[in-house]
């Protein structure tokens, strides 16, 4: 089995930055692609950015510029950083992982970005 553990969310002013991080546990070695959702109140859940073993990425149209995805394979933790933060970045944010065929997902982890 495999659980993803997400930490870093919080509340932050407008224009400030964040770093999540979601660590794997379990069995669990390595996943060909980590990444990230979020979901907003009352929205669907919406794709953020994908990250695979060898380091290839992919964002979201509105994800560029702003966001970073990253992975640490010796730690199996899957980062995401968020800069220039807007208040409708406000959302749960879900990392997950695929591997041997499944998708497993995180717990999430709220964001909010007030002043």
């Known amino acids: 089995q495999v659980q993803l553990v997400e930490s870093g969310g919080g509340l932050v002013q407008p224009g400030g930055s964040l770093r999540l991080s979601c660590a794997a546990s379990?069995?669990?070695?390595?996943?060909?692609?980590l990444g990230w959702y979020r979901q907003a109140p009352g929205k669907q859940r919406e794709y953020v950015a994908l990250?695979?073993?060898?380091?290839?990425?992919n964002y979201a149209d509105s994800m560029k510029g702003r966001f970073t995805i990253s992975r640490d394979n010796a730690k199996n933790t899957v980062y995401l950083e968020i800069n220039s933060m807007k208040p409708e970045d406000t959302a749960v944010y879900y990392c997950?992982?695929?591997?041997?065929?499944?998708?497993?997902w995180g717990q999430g982890t709220q964001v909010t970005v007030s002043s």
């Open positions: 997950y992982a695929v591997r041997g065929g499944t998708t497993y």
């Open positions: 379990g069995n669990f070695f390595s996943s060909n692609i």
């Open positions: 990250i695979t073993s060898g380091g290839s990425t």
